[in-house]
Antibody, heavy 120, light 106 residues
């Protein structure tokens, strides 16, 4: 059974860089594409971006200038870095696996989510 | 960007009711649309992909239809476990989610 677990600081200061890691267990990270999605408290879901099994990336145009998604196959992990954060970036951040049968970026396995608060 | 608009935002229904949620896209999403169910404090769960394909393990009372700019999620007979918030997601051009539809007990 595939499991995903997000990890990283729960609090980030304004203007600094948010860094999160997703550790994948129960399967190889190399065979799939992987996504990050976030959800501000009490609000809806926002797609951040994904990294394909070949290493290509696609980002939400509204976040593209601040986001980098990367993968470390040796550790079976992928990561999210978001620079110049503000209070508007406070959210639960989810990592997820892109389903191979969707034809695109829909996700069949998700992490439990981690709350990141931007505050000084 | 493709904007997704769900209606209604909130829906009150009873056990056994047939429930329909609509998702409209600002431009064509083809058939590249998914539906998710989310319960409080939990990650979303994939229900439907490619507009009408049922995810493995999801009860057959859930169904999806539509293409282009108008899509629907139907629950044929609402069960206690179905009270949750539902989101549509287009993945034709980048990816965007609808704002969600909360299904409440009437």
């Amino acid at each position: 059974q595939v499991q995903l677990q997000e990890s990283g600081p729960g609090v980030v200061k304004p203007s600094e860089t948010l860094s999160l890691t997703c550790t994948v267990s129960g399967g190889s990270i190399s065979s799939y594409s992987w996504s990050w999605i976030r959800q501000p408290p009490g609000k809806g879901l926002e797609w951040i971006g994904y990294i394909s099994h070949s290493g290509s990336t696609s980002y939400n145009p509204s976040l593209k200038s601040r986001v980098i998604i990367s993968v470390d196959t040796s550790k079976n992990q992928f990561s999210l870095k978001m620079s110049s954060v503000t209070a508007a970036d406070t959210a639960v951040y989810y990592c997820a696996r892109v389903a191979t049968y969707c034809g695109g970026d829909c996700c069949d396995y998700w992490g439990q989510g981690t709350l990141v608060t931007v505050s000084s | 960007d493709i904007q997704m608009t769900q209606s209604p935002s909130t829906l009150s229904a009873s056990i056994g009711d047939r429930v329909t949620i609509t998702c409209r896209a600002s431009q064509s999403a083809g058939s590249w649309l998914a539906w998710y169910q989310q319960k409080p404090g939990r990650a979303p769960k994939l229900l439907i992909y490619k507009a009408s394909s049922l995810e493995s393990g999801v009860p057959s009372r859930f169904s999806g239809s539509g293409s282009g700019t108008e899509f629907t999620l139907t629950i044929s007979s609402l069960q206690p476990d179905d009270f949750a918030t539902y989101y549509c997601q287009q993945y034709n051009s980048y990816s965007t989610f609808g704002q969600g539809t909360k299904v409440e007990i009437k």
